[in-house]
Structure formats: structure tokens, C-alpha cells
């Protein structure tokens, strides 16, 4: 009798195992079942918009500069033609690119790609040695103007200045550069992109169209003001049109002021303390021209570099034979600012511009050897030109 019950709970319990193991295993098979399910779906995505990526499905045309070096990795050269926008899948590029060159290499050299190519019109071109550009590196340092960065590219034999001009007083580049937005008086300006062409050293081709130059030129200057740096005073990393933004200030009053003290200053040290006087003489302009210390005319900011311009000096505009004439930007005749950049600014320039030095001065002046002297008061200013040697 007691065989008998344990047989029947043996029975009973074994029934219960199966059918949990029924229960389970089916369980199992649907789990199984979504996940791969899931995965077709992830994979059937990745591959839709790799095979967009590779036709250039819906991709804006757009001419851009590439340089592939001599042992550049496929990885590294997919990484700078996503940079550039040619591609947008760098992994799924670098898939294709294994089987579809036929081993031949990727040549170095600088190319002139369009971000509307296919994988295949892309790597065809960049293994053809008919499509290396001639190029030459050009070097814009600071405080050059639009004239002469004009004067250099025709000297280099890579565009005409006159065309190269009339592209820089164009609003073509509207459009594809958002900041330029902040220029509201273009007819007021003698170049209406002087500021704005970022001076660094670039790779350029001979016959470069000028429009194509230009859009280089104010990609570098986008790249810099909006990547996120260690700024003093800001715990956290953030970017120059971040802090000009915050301020209440537009990018192109900040440029103007950078492109003064840029011009103005003899070294970076200095160029806080030139901020300074300029401030300090623009916040006049409320007071009609009156200072702290009740001297007037403060509200004309009196900068010899503003005199000439596009010229650096009487000197520099009689040996080009120079015919231009802006009376707007000359600051010993117009209150205030002049209607834009006086010169192309670099980063320390702009810095010192959204970070003044506080100070009282309002003066300034330096002697052959580059070294300042500062003002709160026009005596103050007198005595110091003495010591400059600028006045007896």
C-alpha cells in the first residue's frame, strides 16, 4: 500500500516536471524567438543606412578638401572623410573599402572630394594620382586684412585678388554659416567678411575657386569659437560664442574689438590691458565723451591702426599705391566702433576682447621697443609718450 502512494506521487510529481519543463522551454523559444527577432531588426537597420551611406542617398553636394598621408591607417582616412561630411558611417565605409578597392591602395596626397559621393566614386578617386591637387601651403598670421590675404593667394598664383575680394563682400556663405547672421550693416563695411577668415596655415591648390577658400576659411574660424576649451573664470569647459552669448554680446561686436586689440596690443600680456582702455572709452558713450576723472572726447577711441585701414600704416598704403579710402572706420573721426573688423583676429586677441583687464585707464601708448605704457588721465598720457620717446 505505501509503494503503492509513493509510485502514484511519483507519477504525479514527474507529470508536474514536464509540464514545467514544457511550460519552461516554451518560455525559452519565445525569448529566443524576440531576441532574434530584435537583432534582424537592429541589423536590418545598420544595413539600410550603411547602404545609404554607401549610395550618398540624399547627401547635399558640397566641395571639400581631404589630405590622405603617406601610412595614413583606412581607419584614420574614414575618420577625416566623416569629419569632412563625405561619409557618415565610418565602420560600415571601412567594410566596403576592404572589399571593394582590389588591393590597391588608398594614394597620398590632398583631393578634392564632393559630400554627395558614393563608397565606390570616393575610393576610385582617391587611388588616382590624376586627382592629387597642386598644393600649396599658405600661411595667414594675425592681424593680416582681407587685402592682404587678397595679395598673398594671387601671389601664390592660387586665385585672383579681385575676385577673391568681390567674393568676400558677397552673402553667399549666408546660407551654410549661421554666425554671419550678426552682420547687419554690410553696406557700411569696406570687407564684409574681414574678422571672420580665421588666420592659420592652410593647404590650398592652385586655381582654387575663391568661394572655396573662403568656406575654408570660415569653417576654421566656426571650429574655433565654438569648440569647448578651459576658459578662465569657467569651471567647466565651454566654447568662445558660449561666453559671448551669455554676455549679452554679439560675436561680431567681439570680433571688431578683438581686431583692434589685435592690431593695437605689442604682446598677449598687453592685449587685456588695451581691452581695458577700450571698454573703458566705449562706456563713455552714454556720458556724452565724459570720464570718471571728467575729462570729455573719451567717446572717440583715438586707435591709430583704424586710421589706414585697409592699409597697416601711411607707409604700408604708399608703397601699394593704395586708392582706398574708409573714413568710417578711422576712430579720431567716428564715435564708437568702426562699422567692422579692422584685421583678422586670433584666438588670444578675441579672448582678451570677451575678458578685459579691470582698470581705471583710459590711455595708452608704446615706445620703439614694444613696451606699454598705461593712463587714467590725458597728463597721465602726456608724461608717458616723454618716456616713450614719442614727444619731447
Known sequence: MKERLIMKGFRK?????????????CIFKIAWIVFLCLISVLLSRYILIGINDMLAVGKPSRSVMIEVKEGDSLGSIASDLK????????????????????????????????????????????????????????????????????????????????EFLRACNSDQFNENNNFLKD???????????????????????????????????LLNYNKKTSTKMDLENYKEKTSISEVVEKKGLSMDKILTIASLIQAEAANTT???????????????????????????????????????????????KNKKSGNISAPKYDTYKVTG?????????????????????????????????????????????????????LKK
Request: proline content about 4%; some cysteine.
Open 337 to 389: 566702433l568702426p562699422p567692422g573688423p579692422i584685421c583678422n583676429p586670433g584666438i588670444e586677441a578675441i579672448l582678451a576682447a570677451i575678458n578685459p583687464e579691470t582698470t581705471e585707464y583710459y590711455y595708452y601708448c608704446h615706445d620703439d621697443s614694444g613696451n606699454a605704457y598705461y593712463a587714467k588721465t590725458n597728463s597721465e598720457h602726456m608724461q608717458n609718450l616723454k618716456k616713450a620717446g
Open 13 to 25: 510529481n514527474k507529470g508536474a516536471f514536464k509540464k514545467n519543463r514544457t511550460k519552461n522551454g
Open 83 to 162: 569629419d569632412q561630411g563625405i561619409i557618415s558611417e565610418k565602420e560600415f565605409f571601412k567594410l566596403y573599402a576592404r572589399f571593394a578597392n582590389h588591393n590597391k591602395k588608398l594614394l597620398p596626397g590632398v583631393y578634392e572630394l564632393q559630400t554627395n559621393m558614393d563608397y565606390q566614386s570616393i575610393i576610385d578617386h582617391l587611388q588616382n594620382k590624376a586627382n592629387v591637387k597642386n598644393v600649396v601651403g599658405i600661411t595667414f598670421t594675425e592681424c593680416m586684412h582681407i587685402l592682404d590675404y587678397a595679395e598673398l593667394l594671387e601671389k601664390e598664383h592660387i586665385c585672383s585678388k579681385d
Open 270 to 316: 598687453d592685449m587685456y590691458k588695451v581691452s581695458s582702455v577700450i571698454y573703458n572709452r566705449l562706456a563713455t558713450l552714454d556720458s556724452g565723451g565724459k570720464s570718471k576723472f571728467g575729462e570729455s572726447g573719451l567717446n572717440y577711441l583715438q586707435l591709430d591702426a583704424t586710421i589706414y585701414y585697409p592699409y597697416k600704416s601711411k607707409q604700408a
Open 183 to 217: 552682420i547687419t550693416n554690410s553696406s557700411e563695411r569696406l570687407y564684409r567678411l574681414e574678422g571672420y577668415l580665421f588666420p592659420d596655415t592652410y593647404n590650398l591648390y592652385k586655381g582654387e575657386p575663391p568661394e572655396k577658400i573662403i568656406n575654408t576659411l
